[in-house]
């Protein structure tokens, strides 16, 4: 069965770094489209990056580019997002997501942008 696991969140000062994993299993990750999306407390869930599976390309959200980066490794069937100059309003849980007849998600981690 289709599993995406997140890691990699927790509380940063505003302009500090994280990197998310999430590791996918159930599936042929290097076929999928990957892409990360968060969710703020009493927002709509947002789509923030993705990363085709051929030639990975990638889009993201305005309000992330210049400062994300998301990539993968097909050999370790893991996705990753490498945010960068955090703010406060980046303050969300992060989930990875794919479709595979359906949409799967993972189970979130929490990234707290606080001073």
């Known amino acids: 069965q289709v599993q995406l696991v997140e890691s990699g969140g927790g509380l940063v000062q505003p302009g500090g770094s994280l990197r998310l994993s999430c590791a996918a299993s159930?599936?042929?990750?290097?076929?999928?489209?990957m892409s990360w999306y968060r969710q703020a407390p009493g927002k709509e869930r947002e789509l923030v990056a993705a990363?085709?599976?051929?030639?990975?390309?990638?889009t993201y959200a305005d309000s992330v580019k210049g400062r994300f980066t998301i990539s993968r490794d097909n050999a370790k069937n893991t996705l990753y997002l490498q945010m960068n100059n955090l703010k406060p309003e980046d303050t969300a849980v992060y989930y990875c997501?794919?479709?595979?007849?359906?949409?799967?998600w993972g189970q979130g981690t929490q990234v707290t942008v606080s001073s």
């Open positions: 997501k794919t479709i595979r007849l359906r949409a799967y």
């Open positions: 159930g599936f042929t990750f290097s076929n999928a489209v």
């Open positions: 990363i085709g599976s051929v030639g990975g390309s990638t």
